[in-house]
């Protein structure tokens, strides 16, 4: 009855069939606890409710079946502890599978009393792992399945373990178990070794290498060191090789390249050095070579162009040097990620990348490569990530690139791109339709901001944060990728799909900011510094609610800072500086009174705090305006410029032509007449009033 879709409690009179032996429900949406009245049968031998919706603790009526001989309830939501004496009645089982539920304590020490068992699977549950790994399990002599990841097992890894010739899968991976691995490592029949995510140390044991069935290897993220087993190579049927994350040294063996039925080398995060072999390339069934992060010298070996199944090649952060064979664009018919990232490689980038292209990540930051971007990426339309900066690309702007359809990472920074990129795109198909990172800064780029990309951002409007899915590879893209906070890099390792920036800093570019910006509500990260741009900060940045960084430095905006940038509740870092702002800086709620004067310094008009520097404001000639506008108003830009300095201007003004006409009159000595004068005026005046009131009574 599996893989139906069966609901509700599982009936608990299956328990009074007198026949029944196998009671298989799994893969349906069962619900509730398990009834212990389901072990009433004493004919019962195999139970399996895995991938149900089931809670609640194991009845302890099922460890009293003694006929049962495989326990399957897997990926439930069982809770509870494991009864300690769980073997004292069950002398026939053979497969006990509880992975992926909620089950807590001990792993009970008397489970070796099992001896039959073949497959014990406890994987991913609550397990304290007091105790370690019970050496009694080395009794298991039927043993085939070790599967315990995820319980916090501590201590040594148990030799006798390896005494079990019918052991052929060992997965212990992500516990904290320590200690030196056990010099006698291989058994007869060992298939896959995983001890990946404990703490190991020392040397890998040469005795490994006699393994003669292993096909798996994972020993990654231990503290491990010393040099690979140069009879690496012995190992014939190894299908993968983990063991990144260690501190591994030496040069990799050129044994490496007998390994014929290799699909995937990871020795990432080491201290390898020396050449990378070029008998790599004879492993004709290889599918991603992963060596990024270690001292690796020497040129990238041409052999391995022959790996035609290629998918994942990941050679970053080492000291390699030379050209990136141009037989690289052949492959991208099979290459999804080429990232050579942080090396010494100069020359140019391959030319030829050929319809079909695959290539879903090409990161080639940090090198001294030359000459221009070729246009044969076009070719390459499920690019997601194009990441070239940080190397001497000497071209205009690649306007070809516009139109790929999954773009979401564009990095073009520190390169010698040069000229304008505001010129209006001729097709017709929407611009970067998905593009949320944007980095063209520390290059030569003139003229007006490129308005029409600004405006068709899609890919920064509305965006929804998902961490579940992870359908490109984008959303998990590992590659670190540097922006700018303030004029101080800073790395990001991951890239969620919600991460959004544009970075346009330390170019040409002038003219003012466009309006439409305000419209990409989902932008995180805006940098436009170190510019020419000039005019107003548009108040329609205040829209951009995600923005948590705004950098505007070293610019010519003038005008004030708009106070709709108080609605920008996730502002953590703002750069105002080296402008010619003035006014006052707004104080009305928001993020704007935790920046310091760091975020406004060199800007002599501005006012207010955090700035020492007080706003004088003359209260009596802003009463004798009743139309003064108001905060938000239009028409504000009016009386822009009509302050108390003006008032002030104009009473000194009159100051100084009063004092000009006194002296004047003193001076020549004729103040009796300029006074008769003005007296004489006032008496007619005076007179002719008073014989005209004479005449109107008479």
Wanted: with cysteine.
């Amino acid at each position: 009855m599996g893989f139906n879709s069966f609901t509700g409690e599982i009936p608990s009179w299956f328990g009074a069939l007198p026949r029944l032996e196998l009671l298989i429900l799994r893969n349906n949406t069962f619900s509730g606890g398990i009834s212990p009245y389901l072990f009433n049968n004493s004919k019962l031998q195999t139970i399996s409710l895995s991938a149900n919706q089931l809670t609640g603790s194991i009845p302890y009526a099922l460890f009293n079946v003694y006929s049962i001989r495989d326990i399957r309830i897997a990926y439930n939501s069982l809770s509870g502890r494991l009864p300690s004496d769980m073997c004292n009645n069950l002398p026939n089982l053979k497969a006990l599978s509880l992975s992926g539920n909620q089950l807590e304590g001990q792993i009970p020490p008397n489970i070796y009393k099992c001896r039959d068992i073949e497959i014990l699977s406890l994987s991913v549950n609550h397990f304290n792992g007091k105790g370690g790994v019970p050496a009694e399990l080395g009794n298991l002599s039927r043993l085939e399945l070790l599967n315990i990841p995820n319980a916090s097992l501590t201590g040594p890894l148990p030799p006798n373990i390896f005494n079990i010739s019918s052991l052929s899968i060992l997965y212990l991976l992500n516990n904290k178990l320590s200690g030196s691995l056990p010099v006698d490592i291989c058994s007869q029949n060992l298939v896959w070794l995983s001890l990946r995510d404990n703490m190991f140390h020392g040397e890998i044991p040469s005795n490994l290498c006699r393994c003669s069935k292993l096909q798996g290897l994972d020993l990654s993220s231990n503290k491990l060191s010393g040099a690979l087993p140069r009879e690496i190579g012995n190992m014939t049927t190894l299908q993968y090789l983990y063991l990144r994350n260690n501190t591994l040294s030496g040069s990799i063996p050129p044994g490496i390249g007998r390994l014929n039925n290799l699909f995937g080398i990871d020795l990432a995060k080491n201290q390898l050095s020396g050449l990378i072999p070029p008998t790599i390339g004879n492993l004709p069934l290889l599918t991603f070579l992963i060596l990024h992060s270690n001292k690796l010298t020497g040129k990238i070996p041409s052999s391995i162009c022959n790996l035609t199944s290629l998918t994942y090649f990941h050679l970053s952060n080492n000291i390699l040097e030379g050209s990136i064979p141009e037989c690289f664009s052949n492959l991208s018919k099979s290459l999804t990620v080429l990232h050579l990232k942080q090396n010494n490689l100069n020359g140019p980038i391959p030319t030829t990348f050929t319809k079909g292209c695959l290539l879903e990540s090409l990161n080639l930051n940090g090198n001294k490569l030359e000459g221009a971007l070729p246009q044969s990426l076009v070719s390459c339309e499920r690019l997601q990530v194009l990441d070239i900066g940080n190397n001497r690309i000497r071209d205009k702007f690649p306007f070809w690139i516009e139109t790929l359809p999954e773009l979401r990472v564009l990095v073009l920074r520190s390169n010698r791109f040069n000229g304008t990129i505001s010129l209006s795109s001729k097709t017709k198909l929407p611009l970067f339709p998905k593009l949320q990172v944007f980095d063209i800064s520390r290059n030569a780029f003139s003229g007006s901001l490129p308005r029409a990309y600004l405006e068709s951002f899609r890919g920064m409007i509305n965006v929804k944060e998902t961490r579940t899915k992870m359908t490109n590879w984008f959303s998990y893209y590992q590659e670190t990728m540097v922006f700018v906070l303030k004029g101080v890099e800073f790395p990001i390792e991951r890239i969620l799909t919600a991460f959004t920036t544009i970075d346009l800093s330390k170019n040409k570019f002038s003219g003012s900011i466009p309006q439409s910006i305000g419209n990409l509500n989902s932008l995180r990260y805006l940098n436009l510094s170190h510019n020419s741009l000039t005019g107003n900060i548009p108040p329609s940045l205040g829209n951009v609610t995600a923005l948590e960084s705004l950098d505007l430095s070293s610019n010519k905006l003038v005008g004030q800072i708009p106070w709709q940038l108080t609605r920008l509740t996730s502002l953590s870092k703002l750069n105002l500086s080296k402008n010619d702002f003035v006014g006052q800086i707004p104080q009305s709620g928001g993020q704007f009174p935790t920046f310091d004067n760091s975020s406004y310094m060199e800007n002599s008009g501005l006012c207010g705090f955090p700035l020492t520097k007080k706003c004088k404001e003359d209260k009596s000639v802003q009463a004798s305006i009743p139309f003064l506008p108001q905060e938000g108003d239009d028409d504000s830009d009016i009386l822009d410029g009509f302050t108390w300095q003006v008032v002030l201007l104009g009473y000194g003004c009159g100051f100084i032509f009063g004092s000009i006409i006194g002296c004047f009159i003193f001076r020549y000595e004729r103040t009796k007449r300029i006074l008769g004068f003005f007296w004489g005026v006032h008496h007619k005046r005076k007179r002719s009033r008073r014989g005209n009131v004479v005449r109107r009574r008479s």
